[in-house]
């Protein structure tokens, strides 16, 4: 069993930065892939981006060069800078563990793959 729980999240105008952290219970952290996911309201929840066990990175287009995910698997935690922030990037931003067949995008930008969620934090960028 793997709890996760976020935080970072608030308020920030256009083109500001904000960093979500996501802290992850149990021993077996660096064993499992971690994703970001976001959900506006209405929206489905839609892949932000994601890092594999043996650190491969991987993003949406909509966040490639603005984002970047990073862990410290020393702490358990696993983390997302985002930068030049967008109106459009306000949404609940979820962290996701999981461990599927392959680390490539087409398996952890998938919500299936993940078996794990934290609670979400709410981003707001205003304009």
């Known amino acids: 069993q793997v709890q996760l729980v976020e935080s970072g999240g608030g308020l920030a105008q256009a083109g500001g930065s904000l960093r979500l952290s996501c802290a992850a219970s149990g021993r077996t952290f660096s064993t499992y892939a971690m994703g970001w996911f976001r959900q506006a309201p209405g929206k489905e929840r839609e892949f932000v981006a994601a890092?594999?066990?043996?650190?491969?990175?991987y993003a949406a287009d909509s966040v490639k060069g603005r984002f970047t995910i990073s862990r410290d698997n020393t702490k358990n935690t696993v983390y997302l800078q985002m930068n030049s922030l967008k109106p459009e990037d306000t949404a609940v931003y979820f962290c996701?563990?999981?461990?599927?067949?392959?680390?490539?995008?087409?398996?952890?930008?998938?919500?299936?793959?993940?078996?794990?969620w934290g609670q979400g934090t709410q981003v707001t960028v205003s304009s």
């Open positions: 890092i594999s066990w043996n650190g491969g990175t």
């Open positions: 996701a563990a999981g461990r599927p067949l392959r680390a490539s995008y087409y398996f952890l930008s998938d919500t299936q793959k993940y078996d794990y």
